[in-house]
């Protein structure tokens, strides 16, 4: 038997810059009374959701990517041809081959990185984070490119009351690399497969070809379902994350949750028993529920209006359709 | 020890006044949630968790539905509760 060279990375990894990018078009809830019979007033008590962005034909997966990955490796100040993979969390691309990730990869001017798709829902962005991690500390990338893009708006019913306001478009990017010091805790992830009805595509694709549906497919969900688990069940995570990573709420300075839904962000805290001095982010409220895209964006508004600064311990948690969920604190770029 | 008709509706008056902000007194067993006591759709399931803690007992998101007054409540805990 040949001895194989082990491979050999980082001692450990962080976040080293963050980018985002939301759409041109602001779209306000008057716009979504349109087409549903309800009120500003009721979307905002249920969703705290004043104005969400929406995608032009031209602000594509692939060119809203690049807009918000350019910024991130200009925040981490590296080079794009450092780039050793590129890691790209959606449900909206609707083009299943090939990956879009290779597409990004290459306009963004990577040295043949490596490039994939992943789908993990609205926990896109903390399965990707943890990929990112295991490779650089594994040593397959020196520099790992994460992406969570959306444009949720596609899959949109807009004739139902109880989603149409809830979605929206956009791209969160972070570059994770080498750190000297722990900077990425231990994930806590998972799924539950048994609830998979809870958040899904209103129809698969090959059955609205094969069907004739004069609908396209949206997503739907089942919302008393998805507030009972996404505010008890994902504290109880996202407790066990502080937990790993030996610290506790005292120790955090921000909470970045999914941006879901704000009252399940407030129920959340709630249960959590967060202390008063920890920012939380409400991204939400302007940006609506954009899923694996949620999280970076977040992250890049918080840093962007100084009410988070880099070095700053955040807890982050993402959650959604599968259902799947990861949580894992990590230190701000 | 099983909690008595008239204890379920006092603990359910005092998680409904944590969550809805709605005056103890205001919660009686005609009262309906979403209509008299402004608990909508996702405060109900907060009533839900915070009632399954205190009187130990499971509420499955199914049977949620069915609850629509304080009444309802009462007589679903009274009947699971272990």
Not at chain 1, 150 to 177: H, M, Q
Not at chain 1, 300 to 316: F, H, I, N, Q
């Amino acid at each position: 038997m040949s001895k194989i060279k082990p491979s050999k990375g980082a001692p450990y990894a962080r976040i080293l810059g963050v980018g985002g990018y939301r759409p041109t078009r602001v779209v306000p809830n008057e716009v979504i009374l349109e087409k549903i019979d309800s009120s500003d007033e009721w979307i905002r008590s249920r969703s705290g959701i004043e104005t969400r962005h929406w995608a032009s034909p031209e602000e594509t997966v692939a060119a809203m990517s690049v807009e918000a990955s350019g910024k991130a490796i200009a925040d981490a100040g590296i080079d794009a041809q450092q780039i050793g993979a590129v890691v790209v969390s959606t449900v909206s691309h609707f083009a299943q081959t090939p990956a879009i990730a290779t597409a990004i990869a290459d306009q963004l001017g990577t040295d043949k990185a490596a490039a994939f798709d992943i789908s993990a829902g609205c926990a896109g962005f903390g399965y990707g984070l943890t990929l990112a991690k295991g490779m650089i500390v594994e040593g397959s990338a020196e520099y790992v490119l994460v992406i969570g893009v959306e444009r949720l708006s596609d899959l949109t019913d807009l004739e139902d009351r109880a989603t149409a306001f809830l979605f929206g478009d956009g791209a969160g990017a972070v570059v994770v690399g080498p750190s000297k010091e722990p900077a990425i805790g231990p994930t806590v992830w998972g799924s539950e497969g048994d609830k998979s009805e809870t958040i899904k595509q209103t129809v698969s694709w090959d059955r609205f070809a094969a069907e004739g549906h004069t609908k396209f497919p949206a997503i739907t969900q089942e919302g008393q379902a998805v507030f009972r688990w996404a505010v008890f069940e994902m504290a109880k995570v996202a407790q066990q994350a502080l937990d790993a990573a030996g610290i506790t709420s005292d120790d955090l300075d921000v909470f970045i949750p999914h941006q879901a839904n704000v009252r399940i962000i407030d129920s959340m805290v709630k249960t959590l028993k967060l202390p008063e001095h920890v920012t939380v982010a409400r991204d939400i409220r302007t940006t609506g529920n954009t899923s694996a895209a949620s999280i970076p964006l977040a992250m890049e508004r918080l840093l962007a209006t100084g009410e988070a600064k880099s070095g700053d311990t955040a807890l982050v948690i993402g959650f959604g359709a599968g259902l799947v969920y990861a949580a894992t604190v990590v230190t701000l770029p | 020890m099983a909690a008595t008709q008239e204890e379920i509706v006092a603990g359910l008056a005092e998680i409904v006044n944590e969550i809805a902000g709605i005056p103890v007194e205001d919660v009686q067993t005609d009262k309906s949630f979403t209509d008299d006591l402004d608990v909508d759709s996702l405060s109900m399931v907060e009533v839900v968790v915070a009632a399954e803690e205190r009187f130990d007992v499971k509420i499955p998101d199914d049977d949620v539905k069915n609850l629509k007054t304080v009444g309802d409540a009462t007589e679903y805990i009274l009947k699971h509760q272990s």
